[in-house]
């Protein structure tokens, strides 16, 4: 997965030999294997190449995709092409089906997003984040998972951690969570920092954190929604490279936070490209840092994110394999 998990413009062109061959190998093992069927799962500037070779190759394969591509925000024409090749596509986030409706692409079910099935240890339980008088605030800073986002985001992150520690009326203290193929980059960006962050790995004790998190300083992707069903108001930021910035014309959805398109409004501060800088970040993270009305009106928009994802008594692993089961049937 490293090898092929890479995002922006200028990562992919440098790794495309290689994507590619893997493409090639991966097509060809698929169609030896003669499979009932082919479920392809994210990544797909990868796995939708890999769908196409082996809908060409071994067309009655049925080909399920589970996590929908973001056609909802740019290049929407993906999804009609998509139903050349994808028989039924299960979305993570409840608004994907009507927007693949709209755009002409293949079938599509609301399955839930994996998230909810993991409400126990994303939440935190009765006095876990107990706001006692005179501890210091628990502060999450996650400046992504990939080396691009980790590069290009430790900066303004750490400069801004020192400018809140001069203007915050409130001692803080910072986690960071970090994903294991980052962590050594982490630490060694963050030995120039003022504020000298606690570096953590592994799933238990980022859950823990955020468990016990008051606030987040993130960047955006998947983790926005894992603060917003855990409750921890945030900040979001990005940057991208200079080549990357002119996509951003293509970009049609409201926001880049995940959390505030599920929720239908822009409750969570986002902070993008050259708006991403020290002073901007502090400025939206302030008024978060205290009993505010920024900080209750992200709070209670966390309130709806249930109701908003709900999909029933069903898990949506549970749900995401029915429909496996049905496509599969079908086809027989």
């Keep these: ?35 009932d069927m082919l479920v392809i799962i994210d990544s797909p500037d990868f796995t939708h190449r890999v769908a196409r070779a082996v809908r060409q190759r071994a067309p009655d394969v049925p080909i399920v995709d589970y996590v929908s591509p973001s056609v909802w925000a740019w290049r929407p024409g993906r999804a009609p092409k998509m139903r050349v090749y ?24 609301y399955v839930g997003h994996p998230l909810i099935e993991r409400l126990d240890e994303i939440r935190p339980s009765p006095g876990e984040r107990q706001r ?3 501890r210091p605030i628990k502060l999450l800073v996650l400046p992504g998972s990939r080396r691009s986002e980790v590069s290009r985001l430790m900066e303004p992150f750490g400069a801004a951690l020192a400018l809140l520690n001069e203007r915050s009326p409130h001692p ?10 980052v962590a050594d980059e982490i630490r060694a960006r963050a030995e120039s920092w003022a504020v000298k962050p606690r570096i953590v790995e592994g799933e238990e004790a980022k859950w823990v954190a955020f468990r016990q998190a008051d606030v987040a300083l993130a960047a955006s992707g998947t983790v926005t929604l894992e603060l917003g069903i855990s409750g921890v108001p ?15 014309y293509l970009i049609k959805a409201p926001s ?30 302030l ?20 109701t908003l994802m709900r999909i029933g008594e069903e898990a949506p692993s549970e749900r995401a394999s029915r429909i496996v089961e049905e496509v599969l049937s079908a086809q027989k």
């Design 1 to 35: 997965m490293e090898e092929i998990a890479v995002m922006g413009f200028s990562a992919v062109i440098a790794r495309l030999p290689a994507i590619l061959k893997r493409i090639r190998m991966t097509a060809d093992a698929i169609v030896a294997a003669k499979p």
């Design 86 to 109: 994808v028989d039924h596509l299960l979305a993570l986030l409840p608004f994907e089906p009507e927007a693949h409706r709209r755009l002409g692409g293949p079938p599509t079910t």
């Design 256 to 285: 880049i936070v995940l959390t505030n398109l599920v929720l239908g409004e822009n409750v969570i501060p986002e902070l993008i490209q050259w708006d991403c800088t020290p002073e901007k970040l502090v400025e939206a993270l």
């Design 172 to 181: 803080f203290e910072v986690t960071i969570p970090a994903v294991s193929h």
């Design 132 to 134: 006692d008088e005179g």
């Design 234 to 248: 945030m900040v979001v930021a990005y940057r991208v490279s200079k080549i990357e910035e002119v996509l951003k």
């Design 287 to 306: 008024p978060l840092l205290s009993d505010t009305p920024e900080r209750q009106r992200q709070i209670e928009a966390f309130g709806r994110l249930d």
